[in-house]
């Protein structure tokens, strides 16, 4: 089911359920509202899904918002990403990624900035700058950022579920709290209460908590 509104410019597509083959391109903007299967590519300008929506192809778009259960199967370039709910994706290229819920990255997306306060959990996340609030079990295999942070909310008093696992972190600057990693490579590492690092590489300076263990320290050497 479809309805159409012109507005200024602006045309836009609500969707409430069903199956549908393509979007035309004339639309502008994308409404999601109840269960909606989306099979071939989308470009438009803005998507706001409620609902279920499951995009099988590529989509481009400057906006996306998620309010309910999102997943993105194709190969996605989004410039300004907010997910309320909880959102699936495949891979992509995205400038701003922000999240307060679910976000599962089911294969790999290079992100500039990405903020996220709930659960991340996926393959491999590579971004200038990473910011994360813990507030489940986090799992990433492979993290790459220029700027990596890692802490809990200080809304809830347990914190035993509440923490990042890695295989690998690599960074310029890291600061890491409540985080299990293989390895951790940086130039600048804090490494604060809750850690258990397998393996800590720096170039330029490390602080470790009392709170924290690491069991191996290899200083990174200049070639």
């Not at 891979?91 to 819920?101: A, F, R, V």
């Amino acid at each position: 089911m479809m309805a159409n509104e012109q507005n200024g410019r602006l045309l836009s597509l609500t969707l409430t359920n069903g199956t549908i083959d393509t979007i035309e391109k004339d639309y502008k903007k994308l409404k999601i509202r109840g269960s909606v299967k989306v099979l071939h590519d989308v470009q438009v300008k803005e998507i706001s899904t409620h609902g279920y929506s499951l995009f099988q192809s590529k989509v481009i778009s400057e906006i996306l918002k998620n309010n309910g259960k999102c997943i993105l199967n194709g190969d996605n370039k989004v410039e300004k990403l907010t997910n309320r709910g909880i959102l699936k994706i495949n891979k992509g290229e995205i400038k701003q990624l922000t999240s307060s819920g679910s976000l599962t990255i089911i294969d790999i997306i290079h992100v500039t900035q990405m903020n996220a306060i709930g659960v991340v959990q996926g393959k491999e996340i590579h971004s200038d700058s990473f910011y994360l609030k813990l507030a489940g079990t986090n799992k990433i295999d492979l993290l790459i950022a220029k700027d990596i942070c890692v802490e809990k909310t200080k809304m809830n008093l347990t914190s035993w579920n509440k923490r990042l696992i890695c295989q690998q972190i690599k960074g310029d600057t890291i600061r890491l709290a409540h985080t299990i990693a293989k390895t951790v490579e940086g130039n600048v590492v804090t490494i604060n209460k809750n850690c258990e690092i397998q393996k800590l590489y720096y170039k330029d300076h490390y602080t470790i908590s009392p709170l924290a263990t690491v069991h191996q320290i290899i200083r990174s050497e200049e070639s």
